[in-house]
């Protein structure tokens, strides 16, 4: 009998172990979800394997703010529930352990009498490794598109009658044209074969307001593709097509304000979620521009030692416009939302970096939280932030590594270079004086002793915002050569804007959106002029065609260019040299702007170490030997290389 029982406690003990290892083996994906879902709740789904392990989940339904919230899921646990001034939203703060499994789970809400509502929540497995998430570099030329005005590619999507503008009409620049997210997949091959190795079109997330939405800064979901430009599995598909010509995808993101009709301006969550959102709520019922209290954008209180708080306020607190409500950044949950946001953005897609918005705008304490929170999460990912000063000394300031005077550190790596395209448009124009025309190429180059890291700083000719570089230089073929080679040779990260490979331009009205962001031919059904195949396009667009893509794909395999020591010589008879080096890689760039043949002594440059050196014109592919002299024919610029 002993025995017996010695034989069933050890049996017992088995079982007991057998048990609760099948428990603990139990995979995580086999919890039992209810597959129901509440109004909102943002992020949508989240990722295991974080470096921060805490993620905060804005929830919005009805009377929420009454329930107590539950979460049973091996890992993830509730450390906080965060009540709203509105009964409408609850902020749960959950702590995610390195041990947590993928899966979904169920978060349950419990309410008075016991009655309940569930949402059913997903952690995924993450694609990838964070050091993986590469971001942009000066090997990189990027090109930028506005996508409403590219090529439309599905028609069916151009109109949404659940969308407050329900216009379609191509000859208003300030209306919805068709272009979407399968008009640049379509456009890739033609992108590539350009030479550049990056794409970035303006926001496409949703935009529902009532007019002129079709640029996407005002967006009204943050977490929603506007169905004009298509849907989520289209945006993936982008950012998948470029990874396969082995490109890069950048989002341009928006944290200083949001659109009007976004959905939470119905119902805000707290007193302080917009700024100056009490005279927004006096005002609602006749809200326009004359009730708006405005920003004064004097963006200098950013740096200004002096700057009054008044001033200050008055910058990073006024609304942009009337139609965009300033987002209030030092709300934690404002916050929160808007970091996460990013990083939702960038596991989803797969980014290769974020364009920022008016970055002189939001509160700039939390501006470095955010880019430091992307960039420890990321250490190889790129942000660039958009500072559209004319200054390099404010440009400079938000650049990481940057010693500033207040001690402001941004965590941004990258600014762009409104400076130096300034310089680049006003010297190829100006007639040649001891301070006008190329000095101010050499001048503002020069600057470089100011930035952190010049070669990380972002440089282009035009935008969506700027004049188109071909009216910026009075439509004159050769000057803009001249530009777009030099923007090519510069240590930096080239941006080249959609078009003006075809040398389109706002000249009948400059300054123009509308126009500035005008049709690129071939993209819209009926085109009689198609800039992809070169059909109707006039000998000078093809000549601008053809030196783009000779220039940007010789740069795409230049060391010299992408990273080499940069050595340029103050202008000297309407001549300007600069040059490229690397290990045996040098490259010659030189604007001429003489109208007649003329002869330079190129004793000048001998520190370079070209004499008796054989190069080549990347452009004619005539050779030419380094020696006492060169004879310039014409007008225009030359690219010169070393490397055959």
């Given amino acids: 009998m002993k025995h017996f029982r010695n034989i069933f406690l050890v049996l017992s003990v088995i079982i007991f172990i057998s048990c609760n290892n099948t428990e603990a083996k139990k995979d995580v994906s086999e919890v039992s979800v209810s597959k129901t879902f509440l109004e909102r709740v943002e992020p949508l789904h989240w990722w295991v394997n974080m470096k921060n392990t805490s993620l905060q989940l804005l929830v919005k339904e009805e009377n929420i703010g009454q329930s107590k919230p539950s979460i049973s899921y091996p890992g993830v646990t509730i450390k906080k529930v965060n009540q709203a001034k509105s009964n409408n939203y609850l902020f749960l703060d959950l702590d995610i352990d390195a041990t947590t499994k993928s ?44 996508p409403d005005r590219f090529t439309n590619a599905d028609e069916s999507n151009d109109i949404n009658q659940n969308l407050n503008e329900t216009i379609i009409d191509r000859t208003d620049g300030y209306k919805r044209h068709g272009g979407d997210l399968q008009g640049i997949i379509n456009g890739i091959d033609y992108i590539s074969d350009l030479g550049f190795t990056t794409v970035w079109p303006t926001p496409v997330l949703e935009n529902n307001m009532y007019q002129g939405s079709y640029h996407g ?3 009204t979901d943050y977490y929603k593709v506007d169905p004009r430009f298509g849907n989520l599995s289209d945006y993936k598909n982008l950012a998948d097509k470029l ?11 928006v944290a200083n304000h949001c659109g009007l009709e976004h959905w939470w301006m119905k119902d805000l969550p707290f007193e302080d979620w917009v700024n100056h959102q009490k005279n927004y709520e006096n005002h609602i019922e006749n809200w326009n521009y004359k009730t708006n209290i405005n920003s004064n954008h004097r963006r200098t209180t950013n740096q200004d030692l002096y700057a009054s ?8 607190e006024g609304w942009f416009v009337a139609t965009m ?14 970091i996460q946001n990013s990083i939702w953005w960038i596991e989803t897609l797969g980014l290769g970096g974020i364009r920022q918005d008016t970055y002189p705008y939001p509160d700039k304490d939390f501006m470095a939280n955010w880019a430091g929170a992307i960039m420890n999460e990321y250490p190889n990912f790129s942000i660039v932030g958009e500072e559209w000063s004319y200054n390099p000394l404010l440009v400079g300031y938000w650049q990481k590594g940057a010693k500033n005077k207040d001690g402001y550190q941004s965590n941004l790596k990258s600014t762009m270079d409104f400076p130096m395209q300034k310089a680049i448009i006003e010297g190829i124009n100006e007639e040649e004086s001891w301070d006008k025309g190329l000095v101010k190429l050499y001048e503002g180059l020069a600057n470089d002793f100011h930035y952190a890291t010049p070669e990380d700083i972002l440089i282009f000719l035009d935008n969506h915002d700027e004049n188109r570089m071909f009216t910026a230089l009075e439509e004159d073929v050769v000057k803009a050569k001249i530009a777009v080679s030099y923007l090519l040779m510069l240590p930096r990260i080239p941006q080249i804007y959609y078009g003006t490979e075809i040398l389109m331009n706002d000249t009948a009205n400059p300054g123009d959106h509308g126009l500035i962001r005008t049709d690129f031919p071939g993209g819209f059904k009926g085109d009689k002029i198609n800039a992809f195949t070169g059909l109707g396009l006039t000998d000078d667009q093809k000549s601008m065609q053809d030196f783009v893509k000779t220039v940007l794909n010789y740069r795409k395999n ?25 290990n045996d890689e040098t490259v010659v760039h030189i604007i001429n702007k003489n109208e007649k043949p003329i002869t330079i002594d190129l004793k000048r440059y001998e520190e370079i170490g070209l004499e008796g050196k054989n190069l080549k014109n990347i452009i004619s592919g005539e050779t030419f030997t380094w020696g ?12 010169l290389t070393t490397k055959h």
């Avoid at 929540?121 to 000066?138: D, V």
Wanted: glycine share 6%.
């Fill in 243 to 253: 990874r396969e010509k082995g490109m890069k995808l950048i989002m341009d993101q």
């Fill in 558 to 582: 230049s060391k010299a260019i992408q990273e080499g020591k940069t050595i340029h010589f103050a202008p000297f008879m309407n001549t300007y040299f600069l040059f490229r080096t690397k």
């Fill in 309 to 316: 708080e008044a001033d200050r306020k008055g910058n990073n």
């Fill in 325 to 338: 409500p300033d987002l209030n950044q030092r709300n934690p949950f404002m916050a929160n939302y808007i």
């Fill in 103 to 146: 899966g979904k789970f169920d978060i349950t809400f419990t309410f008075d009498y016991q009655t309940t509502k569930t949402h059913t929540y997903e952690l995924k497995q993450r694609q990838k490794t964070a050091y993986e998430y590469e971001g942009f570099n000066s090997t990189d030329a990027i090109y930028l598109i506005t």
């Fill in 217 to 219: 800064y005002a967006i």
């Fill in 628 to 639: 006492d002299k060169i004879i310039l024919k014409e007008k225009g610029s030359i690219i």
